[in-house]
């Protein structure tokens, strides 16, 4: 079992940054994939940035390469994303995920969710 807490969401104002932390309870969490996700109003929920648990790579949508980093504490069980240059279109509420790749669905199954933080870009 994995617990998750999300925190650090806030306003800020275009081209600012925000650092997002996701606490993580349990034992095996350095043996999970830890993932961010967002979901803006009236949007599904899409994936933002991922990193294996070996902390060796890092994937990215294309909507924030270059400006948005994740970076994991394996001893402090916890997981970060870094965000800089923040745009309007940013804004939504973030989810740290925990989850491992299925090797019969070919894809990253993600079975544990954070509750969500409120992250807001202003014009």
């Known amino acids: 079992q994995v617990q998750l807490v999300e925190s650090g969401g806030g306003l800020v104002q275009a081209g600012g940054s925000l650092r997002l932390s996701c606490a993580a309870s349990?034992?095996?969490?350095?043996?999970?994939?830890m993932g961010w996700f967002r979901q803006a109003p009236g949007k599904e929920r899409e994936f933002v940035a991922r990193?294996?648990?070996?902390?060796?790579?890092?994937n990215y949508a294309d909507s924030v390469k270059g400006r948005f980093t994740i970076s994991r504490d394996n001893a402090q069980n916890t997981v970060y994303l870094q965000m800089n240059s923040l745009k309007p279109e940013d804004t939504a509420v973030y989810y740290c995920?925990?989850?491992?790749?299925?090797?019969?669905?070919?894809?990253?199954?993600?079975?544990?969710w954070g509750q969500g933080t409120q992250v807001t870009v202003s014009s």
């Open positions: 995920a925990a989850g491992r790749w299925d090797a019969l669905s070919r894809k990253y199954e993600y079975n544990y």
């Open positions: 349990g034992r095996t969490f350095s043996s999970y994939t």
């Open positions: 990193m294996s648990w070996g902390a060796g790579s890092a």
